[in-house]
């Protein structure tokens, strides 16, 4: 069965910093085009940053210069780095996973497997 845990997920305060992470199991992330989404109460879930399996980066650009997406395929984790947080960074953040993008990578439509989520609160 495949599966996504996502951890990490903390409280900070404006401006500091946090990792997420999400692990993979009963199949290989290497084989995967892996995204991480994030959702605010009210509002739909939108895409942050995605991978591919060559570790080319894309990022929304409301993150942009502040979180970094990265992958170790040896221990089948997916992370995303996030530094100088703002309130409005505030939201659930999922992993997904899909075989192959079809249409926006960073449209959630276009994933297949999806994690738990975890909740990140930026406080001002």
């Not at 401006?15 to 992330?29: D, K, M, W």
């Not at 509002?43 to 990022?59: L, N």
């Not at 997904?96 to 738990?116: C, E, M, N, R």
């Amino acid at each position: 069965q495949r599966q996504l845990v996502e951890s990490g997920g903390d409280s900070v305060q404006a401006g500091g910093s946090l990792r997420v992470s999400c692990v993979a199991s009963g199949f290989n992330l290497y084989y995967h085009f892996m995204a991480w989404f994030r959702q605010a109460p009210g509002k739909e879930r939108e895409g942050v940053a995605t991978i591919d399996r060559d570790k080319i980066t894309r990022y929304a650009d409301s993150v942009k210069g502040r979180f970094t997406i990265s992958r170790d395929n040896e221990k089948n984790t997916l992370y995303l780095q996030m530094i100088s947080l703002k309130p409005a960074d505030t939201a659930m953040y999922y992993c997904a996973a899909t075989d192959a993008v079809i249409g926006d990578a960073f449209s959630a439509h276009a994933y297949q497997y999806w994690g738990q989520g975890t909740q990140v609160t930026v406080s001002s």
